[in-house]
C-alpha cells in the first residue's frame, strides 16, 4: 500500500458528480460506507453533504432486526420526494443481500449491491439508467478491500475504525448476519498494520479492531492469531490507543486478556455480549458457552486486568424464554456488573435457523416489559460503576466540544466511558489527565489535574 495515496478527507468538488451517503446499523457498515467513498471517489465521484444536491444517493443499510429494515424502507418513500428528478437511489449493505431484487420493485430504487460487490460499484453506476436498473449480490469467500484505503468520514479526526476480518461463520440461531454478509475472512495483517501507522501519522489517536468475532482472527494458517495483531497495532505508538469489537466469549482466550494487561495503550474495556443469563436460552441460540463459562472468563477479565470495564449485549424474549430465564438473564448482568449495555427485544428474522426451526411464542407485552427490567436494572448498574469512579483520575483523549456548552470538552477513559470537563488550552486529540467530581448514569464529569 502506498501511503502517498492516502486521502483521509473526502474530496468535495463541484465539477464533479455528487454522490450522498447515508449509513445504519453497526460499525463495520460505517467503515464500509468510507470503504465504497474511497472507490468512488478513485473513480471521478465527490462526497457531498444533502441529498437534494445529489447525483447518486447511496442509503448502507442494515438487516439485524425488524424495525431496523422498516426504517430504511420509511426514508426510501422520504428521499423520493427529496432527491432530484435525474437522481439516482442505491440500496447498500446487509438489507440490499438479504432482499436483493425485491428492493428495486416499487420503481424508487435503481440500484443494488451488497457488501461484497463494492468494487463493481463504478461499472455498475456507469451502467444505469432508469430502463436499465444494476443488481450485484454475489458474495465472496475472499473479498477484504484489504488494498483499498477507506476515505474518513468522521468529524474528529481523533478516532477511526479498520475492519480486521468480515462475515461470521457462528450462525447463532437468531442472526442474519451469516446470510447477509457471508463467509468469515481475515484482512492481511500488514495492511491493517499499515493502515493503523498511517491513520496515526495522520494526527489519529485510538483506532478500533473490527470484526463480528475478532477472537477468531486468524492469518498464515492460524500461525498469526488476534492477540499478535492487537500487540504489533499497540507497537505502533504508546499514544495510539487500540480497542477491539466484537468479542465473542467462546472464542475469548486468556492470550488476548494478557495482551489487554500487558499495553497500556490497548484499553480496558470488553465488549462480551452475553445475549442470555439462561444455559436452555444460550444453547437454543446456539452461542456455545455456558453461564458459567461465560463467568469464568469475565472471572479471568477481572483478576489480570481489576480497571477493566465489561460491556455487553442482550436480547429479551428469545424463543422459549421463561420468567426463570430472564431472571437468571438479570443475575447475570449483576453479577458482572456491566457498565453498559446494547438492550434489544428479540425479533425474528426470516429464513434463520429460529426462524424455521423455533417457536417465536414469548409475547409482545413480555418482551417489552423483560426489556423494559433489563433496561432500568442495566441503568442502575451503570450509575453504581459511574459512582465507583468519583474521586478517581482518568487519562482522557479529547474527541471535541461539549454538546451542551462549548467551553466544556470530551472524550473517553481508557474504560470507553464518556468524560466532560471545563476546557483550558487543551486541543481535541490530546491526552489529560481528568480527576472526577460527579456522575450520572451516562457520564462522568471531571476537571482537568495535572
Ligand atoms: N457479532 C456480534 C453481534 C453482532 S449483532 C456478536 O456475536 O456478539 C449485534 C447484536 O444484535 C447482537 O449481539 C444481538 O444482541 C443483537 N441481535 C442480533 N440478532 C438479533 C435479533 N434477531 N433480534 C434481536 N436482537 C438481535
Ligand atoms: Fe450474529 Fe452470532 Fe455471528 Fe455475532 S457471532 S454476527 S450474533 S451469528
Ligand atoms: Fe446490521 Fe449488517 Fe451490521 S445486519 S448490525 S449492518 S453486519
Redesign the pocket.
Known amino acids: 500500500m502506498n501511503n502517498k495515496f492516502y486521502s483521509v478527507k473526502p474530496i468535495l468538488d463541484l465539477n464533479k458528480k455528487q454522490i450522498f451517503i447515508e449509513t445504519y446499523g ?1 460499525q463495520m457498515n460505517v467503515n464500509d460506507s468510507e470503504v465504497v467513498l474511497s472507490i468512488l471517489q478513485n473513480s471521478g465521484y465527490s462526497l457531498c453533504d444533502a441529498p437534494e444536491s445529489a447525483d447518486l444517493i447511496l442509503i448502507n443499510t442494515c438487516s ?2 425488524e424495525n431496523a429494515e422498516q426504517k430504511i424502507w420509511s426514508r426510501i418513500e422520504q428521499l423520493k420526494h427529496i432527491k432530484g428528478k435525474k437522481a439516482h437511489l442505491g440500496i447498500i449493505g446487509c438489507m440490499a443481500e438479504r432482499l436483493k431484487e425485491e428492493l428495486l420493485e416499487n420503481g424508487v430504487v435503481t440500484l443494488v449491491a451488497g457488501p461484497d460487490s463494492y468494487r463493481d460499484l463504478p461499472k455498475l453506476i456507469n451502467n444505469l439508467s432508469e430502463s436499465n436498473k444494476q443488481i450485484n449480490t454475489i458474495l465472496s469467500e475472499e473479498e477484504t478491500y484489504a488494498d483499498i484505503s477507506p476515505v474518513r468520514m468522521d468529524k474528529n479526526g481523533v478516532s477511526a475504525f479498520i475492519s480486521i476480518m468480515r462475515g ?1 461463520n ?1 450462525y ?1 440461531t ?4 451469516p446470510y447477509v454478509r457471508g463467509r468469515e475472512r481475515s484482512r492481511d495483517p500488514k495492511t491493517i498494520i499499515n493502515e493503523a501507522k498511517v491513520l496515526f501519522e495522520n494526527g489519529y489517536r485510538e483506532i478500533t479492531l473490527l470484526g ?2 475478532v477472537n477468531s482472527y486468524s492469518w498464515d494458517n492460524n500461525q498469526f492469531s488476534f492477540w499478535m495483531l492487537l500487540e504489533e497495532i499497540a507497537k505502533i505508538d504508546p499514544l495510539l490507543r487500540v480497542r477491539f469489537s ?1 468479542s ?1 466469549p467462546k472464542d475469548m482466550d486468556n492470550a488476548v486478556i494478557d495482551t489487554v494487561a500487558k499495553y497500556p495503550n490497548i484499553c480496558k474495556h470488553i465488549h462480551l ?1 452475553v ?1 442470555s443469563g439462561s444455559n436452555a436460552v444460550l444453547k437454543r441460540m446456539s452461542r456455545k458457552y455456558t453461564r458459567e463459562s461465560y463467568l469464568e472468563r469475565v472471572e479471568y477479565i477481572k483478576k489480570v486486568i481489576p480497571e477493566c470495564s465489561i460491556s455487553t ?3 429479551a424474549g428469545f424463543c422459549g424464554e421463561n420468567e426463570q430465564d430472564h431472571m437468571d438473564t438479570l443475575s447475570i448482568m449483576k453479577e458482572v456488573g456491566y457498565y453498559t449495555a ?1 438492550m ?6 426470516p429464513n434463520t435457523m429460529a426462524a424455521k426451526n423455533l417457536e417465536d411464542d414469548v409475547t409482545p407485552q413480555d418482551k417489552n416489559r423483560r426489556l423494559n427490567e433489563i433496561i432500568s436494572l442495566q441503568n442502575e448498574l451503570s450509575l453504581l460503576s459511574n459512582q465507583n469512579d468519583v474521586g478517581k483520575v482518568f487519562e482522557v483523549l479529547i474527541e471535541g466540544t461539549s454538546k451542551r456548552s462549548d467551553k466544556e470538552l470530551f472524550g473517553r477513559t481508557s474504560q470507553n466511558k464518556v468524560c466532560v470537563f471545563p476546557a483550558n488550552e487543551q486541543k481535541v486529540g490530546e491526552y489529560v489527565s481528568v480527576k472526577v467530581l460527579s456522575c450520572s448514569s451516562a457520564t462522568l464529569k471531571g476537571e482537568i489535574v495535572k
Do not use: K
Open positions: 453497526c439485524i432486526r461470521c457462528n447463532c437468531y442472526c442474519v448476519v463480528q468475532n466484537t465473542h455480549p445475549q449485549d442482550i436480547i446494547f434489544f427485544q428479540y425479533s425474528q428474522r
